[in-house]
Structure formats: structure tokens, C-alpha cells
């Protein structure tokens, strides 16, 4: 079985609600450490507006900082096709369209329509596709909105087929508020996998009703080939009252275990997680790396057995 790509979100949805913010170079570091602990995927900031989202404003710092070997592996969370040509002449390649499949939300978040998002999309694929990057198509609210309810998956679909998004190589399905259960997102995973074979999916779980994990695993088993995470469950939206924290990286990790992991690159994210959460002081919400601290250290996957075992190799 082919691994599941983890792509870890923490310096876009994961910094949006921090009171905190933190300086380009420290994000650029923050983005080395993830790559070289073998994270494969990196979501590094977003254009939204700065004022609205402070935290994201030097985004494009981070950009022209990291090499183009780097930015292959970086996403940049993008709305409109001014965004696009931004983020290309900054040097960055991998874009995500970004709409919600709810009009409220869309108004909300982007302050117009979901029909306008879509309408603009095309020039917003020919400019990444003309710069020779990829792009996504980013569907906000795909199973629950704050002003409307749940979402029809129908709805869902139309937007998938709908010939205004073609160019993008894969779907982003996204529990913006995390209140979507594992049956529901099987089933939407799975008919958008079905219906669109031709597309990657993406699973962007939140964590609000504690259903990170299980829904990222639902989405995984019904199809999906890369899932978000960000560290210690940083995250939420800040124009979708009730959303809370991302399903966290370490807990993904550990669940999904893939072919890159060891006890050694898990601890390393663990403690990068424990500092930045630290510096922004924000709670850790990531139940492995509680684990990883236990004291049992027959358990290989703690920090207490690298330990010992570091002591006995000594």
C-alpha cells in the first residue's frame, strides 16, 4: 500500500487564531525542522487579507526565504486569482484554491459568493499552471457550515464536476469545524474518489468534537491520499464560530505510521511541537505527545525507550 502523505498545516491554519505571531525567519525554521524530520508536505501561510489575519501577513517572506527545492513541498492557501499571481512571482508553485461549498461561509471568509470563487477560478488555474505550479481545489464547509448547518454532499459534488475547477489536480475536503462523524466522511470521501478518479484527495479534519483522528482514518480507508495535520491541534478558523484546533500531526503520525517514521523522527516532532507551542503559548492538544513522555520505556515509541537505548549503545 502506497504511504498516505501527511501534510502538516501549523504555519497557515495552524497560527490563524494565535495571539502570537511569529517572524518570518522563525517560520522558516519551524518549515526546515518539518522537512528535515521527513515530513513530506508543508502548508506555510496563506494570502488572506493581514489585517484580518495578522498572523499569516509575512507569508511571502517566508516564501522568497526557502529554496525552490523547498517550496516544491509547500502549499500557499489562496482565494483569488490576484493571490495566485502573487504567490507565483514570489516564487511559490503549489497553490489551494480555497471556496466554501456554504454561501455563508463564503461571504464570511472571502466576502463574496460561492459562484463568484468559482467563477474566477479558471484564471486563477491558467496563472499557476502557466508558472508551472499545481493547484488545489479547496472546499471549506464540505460537510457542516456556522450560519446554515449540515452541508448536502450533492452540493459537494457539483462543485467537484463543476468544469470551472478543472486544472486543479486534486480536492481538498475540509471538517471546518470538525463536526462531521467517520460515516459521513467516508461516504463523501468516498464518492467524490469514486465520481473523480482522476483526482487526489485531501482530508482537512478538525478536532473540535475529538474526531480528528477517527475521521482522518475514515477518509483514508475510503480513499484519501494525503491528510492535514497541524502540531499540538494548533488551528481553527477565524470566520467559523465554534471551529477549534487541526486533528494534531504527532496523533496522525502515530496512527497512520508511515513508511518514513521511526520512534526517533516522532520524538523530534514531538519536541518541536512542545516548544513552538510554548513560544506561542497555546495549549498541546496532541495525545502522543503525552504518550511519548511516558516513563514506560519498554514501549518503543516513547522518548524514555530512545533513552535507554541510547544508554545501552553508550
Not at 5 to 28: C, E, F, N, S, Y
Not at 70 to 98: F, K, M, S
Not at 173 to 193: F, I, K, Y
Request: glycine share 10%; hydrophobic share 45%.
Amino acid at each position: 500500500m502506497t504511504d498516505v502523505i501527511l501534510r502538516d498545516v501549523t504555519l497557515r491554519d495552524g497560527l490563524q487564531l494565535t495571539g502570537k505571531t511569529l517572524p518570518a525567519g522563525r517560520k522558516v525554521e519551524i518549515a526546515r525542522e518539518l522537512l528535515a524530520l521527513g515530513v513530506p508536505s508543508l502548508e506555510i501561510g496563506s494570502l488572506a487579507r493581514p489585517d484580518l489575519v495578522p498572523p499569516l501577513a509575512n507569508t511571502l517572506e517566508v516564501v522568497a526565504a526557502l529554496t525552490p527545492e523547498e517550496l516544491e513541498r509547500c502549499w500557499i492557501w489562496v482565494a483569488t486569482p490576484r493571490h495566485v499571481a502573487r504567490a507565483v512571482d514570489a516564487g511559490a508553485r503549489n497553490v489551494q484554491y480555497c471556496l466554501s461549498v456554504s454561501d455563508a461561509h463564503n461571504r464570511a471568509n472571502i466576502g463574496r459568493g460561492t459562484d463568484a470563487s468559482l467563477a474566477a477560478m479558471p484564471e486563477a488555474v491558467e496563472t499557476a499552471l502557466a508558472a508551472g505550479g499545481r493547484i488545489q481545489l479547496c472546499l471549506a464547509t464540505a460537510f457542516t457550515c456556522p450560519f446554515d448547518g449540515p452541508v448536502d454532499p450533492d452540493r459537494v459534488l457539483a462543485i467537484v464536476h463543476d468544469q470551472r475547477t478543472e486544472g486543479a489536480a486534486d480536492v481538498v475536503l475540509c471538517d471546518t469545524l470538525g463536526q462531521a462523524a467517520a460515516a459521513e466522511v467516508s461516504g463523501l470521501v468516498g464518492r467524490v474518489h469514486r465520481e473523480r478518479p482522476d483526482r487526489r484527495i485531501v482530508f482537512h479534519g478538525h478536532d473540535t468534537w475529538g474526531q480528528g483522528v477517527a475521521n482522518t482514518l475514515a477518509a483514508v480507508a475510503a480513499g484519501a491520499q494525503v491528510v492535514d495535520g497541524a502540531l499540538g491541534g494548533l488551528g481553527g478558523c477565524p470566520f467559523a464560530p465554534g471551529a477549534s484546533g487541526n486533528a494534531a500531526t504527532e496523533d496522525l503520525l502515530f496512527a497512520l505510521r508511515p513508511s518514513w517514521l521511526d520512534p526517533a523522527a516522532l520524538v523530534g516532532v514531538a519536541a518541536l511541537s512542545t516548544g513552538l507551542l510554548a513560544e506561542l503559548d497555546e495549549p498541546n492538544r496532541s495525545r502522543t505527545v503525552q504518550g511519548i513522555g511516558s516513563k514506560a520505556d519498554a514501549f518503543p515509541w516513547t522518548a524514555a525507550h530512545l533513552a535507554a537505548a541510547g544508554s545501552r549503545v553508550g
